[in-house]
């Protein structure tokens, strides 16, 4: 008789395509190899990278059959050889290559913090991809008290946190929503305005100098408005952009999985500096659904899926 407990629900897919293509398979438990810990997921964040690689992105490099999912929260139930900062039990949340989309998941222990008392476990499971994103990109132009930034799509999962983060620093900050996510934005200290046609219009309405930097969270129609503000293009960072970003812009994303800033992060939920809205909860198994939310390109925060644990 198969035991339960041996079996493991997760993610995949055996050609690209859109939300349709994802199975939930069932595969044996796996064990930790030496530095890596089993963690059983509670909550793992849906990020565009997912459904870039899940369509066939080819700078992904994606081979067939596949997982999915770059981050998650849960409690380790396995250690593996070598492990010495994480035992049975802790509450970590963190980031991955590839995989979260499980109720259990082997991780490095080198890309894992621990989630403090207070941070629930759904934020947590949000949290590192996209605030560590918008951290390094952030850190990349060294914004503080003084500055006066412009970001586009900054109700996102990455947007809303960078924005946060840099009203945090001390920064006057202009963010771009739709009209349904401008009161979130002013009572986290930014000031809407909306995109497309008069979104330039609508920042010179704001201020009469040219913002010192600004941050792109959704493509190219942003970076041209900000370059048609006079943002000199190394003080302008794009996220969303591919590779064809006009000389000069710059594309610091994030950089390697670092606990430090990640806790850094937690601590700035849990003490409210930085809100991170979960804008739906979906079991694994309604993982297709998870991605419809995200897809439709209009949400506020993160999309998350929550394991069997
Ligand atoms: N390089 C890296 O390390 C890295 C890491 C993370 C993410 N990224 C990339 O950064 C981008 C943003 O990621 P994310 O997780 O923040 O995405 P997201 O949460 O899916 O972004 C959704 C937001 O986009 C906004 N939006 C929709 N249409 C817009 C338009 N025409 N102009 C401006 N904003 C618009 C929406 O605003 P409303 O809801 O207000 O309409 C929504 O809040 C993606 O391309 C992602 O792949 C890169």
Redesign the pocket.
């Known amino acids: 008789m198969v035991d339960a407990t041996s079996i493991n629900r997760v993610v995949t897919f055996w050609e690209f395509g859109g939300p349709e293509v994802l199975h939930l398979e069932q595969q044996p438990l796996a064990e930790p190899g030496p530095g890596e810990v089993r963690v059983r997921m509670a909550f793992a964040g849906l990020?565009?990278?997912d459904y870039?690689i899940r369509r066939g992105g080819p700078q992904y490099g994606t081979q067939l059959p596949s997982t999915l999912g770059r981050e998650l929260s849960g409690v380790v139930e396995s250690t593996g050889a070598e492990v010495e900062r994480l035992a049975v039990g802790d509450p970590v949340f963190g980031s991955i290559p590839v995989g979260a989309f499980a109720d259990a998941v082997i991780v490095p222990e080198a890309n894992m913090a621990f989630v403090p008392d207070d941070l629930p476990m759904d934020v947590a499971g949000a949290l590192a991809?996209?605030g560590q994103?918008a951290w390094d990109a952030l850190a990349s132009q060294g914004i503080r008290r003084g500055d006066t930034i412009v970001v586009?799509?900054a109700?996102?999962?990455?947007?809303g946190i960078l924005a946060q983060l840099a009203v945090h620093a001390g920064a006057r900050v202009i963010g771009?929503?739709?009209r349904?996510?401008h009161a979130w934005l002013r009572a986290r200290g930014v000031e809407p305005v909306e995109?497309?046609q008069g979104f330039a219009d609508s920042v010179r309405a704001l201020i009469d100098s040219v913002p010192t930097a600004a941050f792109d969270?959704?493509g190219a129609?942003?970076v041209e408005a900000f370059l048609g503000l006079g943002i000199p293009a190394v003080r302008i960072n794009s996220?969303?952009m591919g590779a064809a970003v006009p000389a000069g812009v710059q594309r610091v994303?994030?950089g390697a999985p670092n606990v430090d800033t990640l806790g850094t992060l937690a601590a700035m939920v849990v003490d409210g500096a930085v809100e991170v809205p979960i804008a739906g909860r979906y079991r694994l198994e309604q993982v297709r659904d998870a991605f419809e939310l995200?897809e439709g390109?209009?949400?506020?925060g993160k999309v998350v899926v929550s394991g069997n644990d």
């Open positions: 990020n565009p990278v870039k991809l996209a994103t586009s799509a109700a996102g999962g990455v947007g771009s929503a739709s349904g996510n995109y497309g969270l959704h129609e942003s996220n969303a994303g994030r995200l390109q209009h949400l506020r």
